[in-house]
Nanobody, 121 residues
Framework: QVQLVESGGDLVQAGGSLRLSCVVS????????MGWYRQAPGKQRELVAV???????NYADSVKGRFTISRDNAMNTVYLQMNSLKPEDTAVYYC???????????????WGRGTQVTVSS
């Protein structure tokens, strides 16, 4: 089955950096898009960044200029480089992909379990 595992979340001080990774396992043969969402305490889940199969990227206004999404299709991995972190970035970050696999021969949506990012001060 398709499985998403996020890593890289940590406790950092304001102004610091983190790189989140999401490894997608399973018999993936193609990605429509790969992205990151986040949910802060008491808030709704929101889109942070997404990269499409064609390589186009989109970012939430709140992270533009600070976060960068990238991918390594050979390893079925998507990254989120987060710089100049602010306390407002504190949230659980979730990986999300739309992909096709040999188990499900159509594009389907998959979610990771999340990784905690906490920015102090």
């Amino acid at each position: 089955q398709v499985q998403l595992v996020e890593s890289g979340g940590d406790l950092v001080q304001a102004g610091g950096s983190l790189r989140l990774s999401c490894v997608v396992s399973g018999s993936i043969i193609g990605f429509k898009k790969m992205g990151w969402y986040r949910q802060a305490p008491g808030k709704q889940r929101e889109l942070v960044a997404v990269i499409t199969g064609g390589g186009s990227t989109n970012y939430a206004d709140s992270v533009k200029g600070r976060f960068t999404i990238s991918r390594d299709n050979a390893m079925n991995t998507v990254y989120l480089q987060m710089n100049s972190l602010k306390p407002e970035d504190t949230a659980v970050y979730y990986c999300n992909v739309n992909a096709i696999s040999t188990s499900v021969y159509s594009y389907s949506d998959y979610w990771g379990r999340g990784t905690q990012v906490t920015v102090s001060s």
